[in-house]
């Protein structure tokens, strides 16, 4: 074989030819997926991404069990960084009594979600006065 025969084994492109409507589409769909990526990046970076987390805690049930009380309740982090640690604090008061305290510490609560967790009391929560709060913190 010469190199001129080499030469006429290959045809050319056809300028005109159409590029299927598949990678059309699967092209776009790739276009779609970048942009929604960097538009996920972009709005974390402007909006509270970063804001330090900021726990609240509700009651969500009492209930009694042997030997006291169950409270259950909903720790919530509305702010955007995550938090590690987190101590909750139950505190009983009754007129007339010593006031009764319970604490409980949940692992790790993620940016703007919630968990639940419960604490146990010797006396009835719905007699006295309960509250619940959010004591502190660790960076994770």
Same mark, same amino acid.
């Given at each position: 074989? =010469?190199?001129? *025969?080499?030469?006429?084994?290959i045809?050319? $492109?056809k300028?005109?030819q &159409?590029?299927? /409507?598949?990678? /059309?589409? #699967? !092209?776009?769909?790739?276009l779609?997926?970048?942009? #929604?990526i960097?538009?996920?990046? %972009? /709005? &974390?970076?402007? =909006?509270?991404? !970063?804001?330090?987390p900021?726990?609240?805690?509700?009651?969500?049930?009492?209930?009694?069990?042997?030997g006291?009380?169950?409270?259950?309740f909903?720790?919530? =982090?509305? $702010?955007?960084?995550?938090? @590690?640690q987190?101590?909750i604090?139950?505190?009983l !008061?009754? $007129?007339?009594?010593?006031?009764?305290t *319970?604490?409980v510490?949940?692992?790790?609560?993620? %940016?703007?979600?919630?968990?639940? %967790?419960?604490?146990?009391?010797?006396?009835?929560?719905?007699?006295?006065?309960? @509250?619940?709060?959010?004591? %502190?913190?660790?960076?994770?």
């Amino acid at each position: 074989m =010469n190199r001129e *025969s080499k030469a006429e084994d290959i045809t050319p $492109a056809k300028a005109g030819q &159409q590029v299927p /409507w598949l990678e /059309w589409l #699967a !092209s776009g769909v790739g276009l779609l997926l970048v942009l #929604a990526i960097f538009g996920v990046i %972009g /709005w &974390q970076a402007f =909006n509270d991404a !970063s804001t330090p987390p900021v726990i609240t805690v509700e009651v969500e049930n009492v209930a009694p069990v042997e030997g006291g009380y169950r409270v259950l309740f909903r720790a919530r =982090n509305t $702010a955007g960084d995550a938090a @590690a640690q987190v101590a909750i604090e139950g505190k009983l !008061s009754a $007129a007339g009594a010593e006031a009764e305290t *319970s604490r409980v510490i949940l692992d790790y609560i993620p %940016g703007h979600s919630e968990r639940y %967790g419960g604490m146990f009391f010797i006396r009835d929560p719905r007699s006295g006065a309960l @509250a619940v709060r959010a004591m %502190g913190f660790a960076e994770p």
